[in-house]
Nanobody, 116 residues
Framework: QVQLVESGGGLVQAGGSLRLSCAAS????????MGWYRQAPGKQRELVAA???????NYADSVKGRFTISRDNAETTVYLQMNNLKPEDTAVYYC??????????WGQGTQVTVSS
């Protein structure tokens, strides 16, 4: 069993900041990468940012320069620092863990709402 526990969502005004956290636990044998996806109403889930086991990062074009993904030394907690938030960033944000021979695990989702 693998568990992902997210925290840090909420309501913020445009231009503000939020920090999301995701802690992974359970039967994790090999992590390929951890990341964050988001899904806005009526839209498909999209990758926001990811960090590989080697430390490489990638970001959606829409968040480059505003969001930063990082992880703790144990590599089981991932963070998403979101600055200069825009109303179009409003979505449910999901933590994703790819591990155990490329199997995907998902968190329960945390709502981020940015008011204009």
């Amino acid at each position: 069993q693998v568990q992902l526990v997210e925290s840090g969502g909420g309501l913020v005004q445009a231009g503000g900041s939020l920090r999301l956290s995701c802690a992974a636990s359970g039967s994790i044998f090999a992590i390929n990468r951890m990341g964050w996806y988001r899904q806005a109403p009526g839209k498909q889930r999209e990758l926001v940012a990811a960090i590989t086991s080697g430390g490489s990062t990638n970001y959606a074009d829409s968040v480059k320069g505003r969001f930063t993904i990082s992880r703790d030394n144990a590599e089981t907690t991932v963070y998403l620092q979101m600055n200069n938030l825009k109303p179009e960033d409003t979505a449910v944000y999901y933590c994703n863990l790819r591990a155990n021979w490329a199997r995907d695990y998902w968190g329960q989702g945390t709502q981020v709402t940015v008011s204009s």
